[in-house]
């Protein structure tokens, strides 16, 4: 068995899910994403989108007023990320 | 469940009745009912879409309703909101709440509504005579979720 | 007529839409609904009698919701009080506010179940194991008028 | 026609009305007073009352939380009273 502190980062794959305006502007609803990094977490998801430019980059810009759900709770950037998590973008809620 | 999606409407009323039951412990009951209006920042509103994130959402509104009793002195809680496509004087959503004392049952009601405001993912595309627009979240819904934190 | 004073029940869903009509103007409804409860002070109340003073108390009902429409931005408001024998879990008072926006009809709301606690001429007579006895007035209705002339 | 400066005090004739509490105190929920003093107002009424001793000067008492209603609106001590008004005597209320 490898030292886990040598081996590769494993994938971990997860489901990202576009709310709303983002869904329009990214023309998905939804999409799977395999991260290579270790530990990979909610801002790691944030760089891979970005880093696709053009309205990626735009829409998700820091600033910009978009929550992210981790497994259908509000998470923060430093939130850690297993196989198979949901992660889901939001504009700002308009209910009520 | 103290918390509803749906796409039908909802008779307040029965809703209203259906929470009290027969607890003789309850002298007072908050509501709020919120309404499609037929024009929004100015701009005449022909209809809405409201979209939510299923999966979410109930629990989202379930966490709102649990701070809700952690703050507030009442007996029982139910949130009913709508989704799909409404009209103006629709009814949107329903808070009610009931409490021994109308203090507790009115700022429960108002505390539900606010959070709801600012953290349930829900979202309204209005049709206007311009075409059809997300409606833009409103200062005045944060400002109210603020005062919750710092009254805290 | 925005204020009413009588023995029978009254369905709220229905005053509820009543008082909306079809305005695509409002927003918000808050509604508040006073039950009796079966305990107060720590005695058990079996039944209660509600008095008031006619003529004055529609003419002191309707101050209140002008004055509620002099401080707040609301479409429309209506109170129903009942008077006359009660026992636990009937209604006793319902307050509904219409408005654009949530904040004037949650402030309308409660500003007039506060002053109608202590302004309006309705008086409750408990009958408990012990006998009857007249409800005294609480300091908290009290505290809670004050609260509005401090704000204003 | 006697100069209404040394004319006798008309008499004003007033319909008291007792509320609640105390209808049940004072064993009564109306009566009519005569009032024979020069301007007659709210504290004038509620000095007769007091003046009839027993139950009516301790519910009367000064610092008693008895609102008075003019003319079905609440009125201050030095409201001035004109035949035929009906003066009502109001405990604190418990409605709603």
């Known amino acids: 068995m490898p030292d886990s502190r040598t081996a590769m980062p494993a ?9 709303a305006r983002l869904r329009e502007a990214f023309g998905r609803s939804d999409e799977d994403l395999a991260l290579m990094v270790p530990a990979p977490n909610v801002a790691a998801v944030l760089a891979v989108l970005r880093a696709r430019g053009g309205i990626w980059a735009e829409e998700l810009a820091a600033g910009r007023a978009v929550r ?4 259908h709770t509000v998470a923060q950037a430093d939130a850690p990320l297993r196989n198979g998590d949901e992660v889901a973008l939001l504009p700002p809620v308009t209910g009520g | ?37 037929d024009i929004n920042d100015g701009t005449p509103v022909t209809s809405m879409a409201l979209e939510h994130y299923p999966g ?7 966490a709102i309703v649990e701070e809700a009793r952690g703050r507030f002195s ?13 009209r103006p004087t629709d ?8 409490s021994a004392h109308r203090g507790d049952a009115f700022d429960a009601c108002r505390f539900i509504m606010d959070i709801l405001k600012t953290r349930a993912p829900f979202w309204k595309k209005e049709v206007t005579p311009a075409g059809s627009r997300w409606v833009d979240a409103r200062v005045a819904d944060v400002d109210a979720e603020q005062r919750w934190s710092t009254d805290a």
């Open chain 2, 74 to 86: 009442i007996m029982d809680a139910l949130v009913i909101h709508r989704v799909g496509a409404l």
């Open chain 1, 11 to 19: 994938v971990t794959t997860i489901r990202l899910v576009y709310l």
């Open chain 2, 91 to 98: 009814q949107i959503v329903l808070v009610a709440v009931t």
């Open chain 1, 68 to 71: 992210v759900a981790l497994n």
């Open chain 2, 1 to 37: 469940m103290p918390v509803r999606v749906q796409t039908d409407d909802f008779d307040a009323g029965r809703e209203i009745a259906t929470l009290r039951g027969s607890d003789a412990r309850i002298g007072a009951v908050a509501t709020f009912i919120g309404t499609v209006r």
């Open chain 2, 56 to 62: 979410m959402t109930e629990k989202a509104l379930m």
